[in-house]
């Protein structure tokens, strides 16, 4: 069964210090793994795709790495706005159709 | 990004009524859509899938007499809530594929369903 484990389950950092969201992953044959946004009541925003060990992705502040059991989200230098729910899910190559699996996300506060 | 809409966005219903939810893809066609359903301090969780033109595929534990999907054109597909109970009170989420653009599912903003 895929399984998606994000850590920490709540950060919060100071406006500017910079930090980085884990994501581990297991999965029969990685299709994709896809970092989303999600802000209280709304539904995830995209973010980023990621298809193989080793590709790396940045959007503004947000960088997010691949390795073959994990994803990284790194945020630089994070501002208030920066604060939402950060959620990972894969995709499974093997038998597992479009079904995305999601982890319970780290829910980021950035302060002033 | 792709713009997928959803309505409403809030309802409140009594118990035993149904509650219909419309997903539509705004700028392209999908031919797939995705419902999910997400409760307090939870993931999301994949309810079922939306083939247009054809039945939906639930996932191991949903009742598909209880959660009636219809994706009647290639920009719309609904969510039927029938005989809705408290517990069935979550946020439910619709997602879609844009067709060849690769795996991205481009969600829509979600509804709340209060159940009372």
């Known amino acids: 069964e895929d399984q998606v484990t994000q850590s920490p389950e709540a950060l919060r950092l100071q406006e500017g210090e910079s930090s980085s969201l884990n994501c581990s992953y297991t999965v029969s044959g990685l299709r994709g793994l896809f970092w989303y946004r999600q802000d209280p009541g709304k539904g995830p925003e995209f973010l980023f795709t990621l298809y193989s060990a080793g590709e790396e992705k940045e959007k503004e502040r947000l960088k997010a790495t691949l390795t073959k059991k994990e994803s990284f989200l790194h945020i630089t230098a994070p501002k208030p706005e920066d604060s939402a729910t950060y959620l990972c899910?894969?995709?499974?190559?093997?038998?597992?159709?479009?079904?995305?699996?999601f982890g319970t996300g780290t829910q980021l506060k950035v302060e002033l | 990004g792709a713009v997928v809409s959803q309505h409403p966005s809030r309802v409140i219903c009594k118990s035993g009524t149904s509650v219909k939810i419309e997903c539509r893809s705004l700028d392209f066609q999908a031919t797939t859509m995705f419902w999910y359903r997400q409760f307090p301090k939870q993931s999301l969780m994949l309810m079922a899938t939306s083939n247009e033109g054809s039945k939906a595929t639930y996932e191991q534990g949903v009742e598909k007499d209880k959660f009636l999907i219809n994706h009647a054109s290639l920009t719309l597909s609904t969510l039927t809530v029938t005989s809705a109970h408290p517990e069935d009170s979550s946020f439910y989420i619709c997602s879609a594929r844009i067709p060849g653009r690769q795996e991205t599912q481009y969600f829509g903003p979600g509804t709340r369903l209060l159940v009372l």
């Open positions: 899910a894969v995709q499974a190559g093997t038998g597992g159709g479009n079904k995305l699996t």
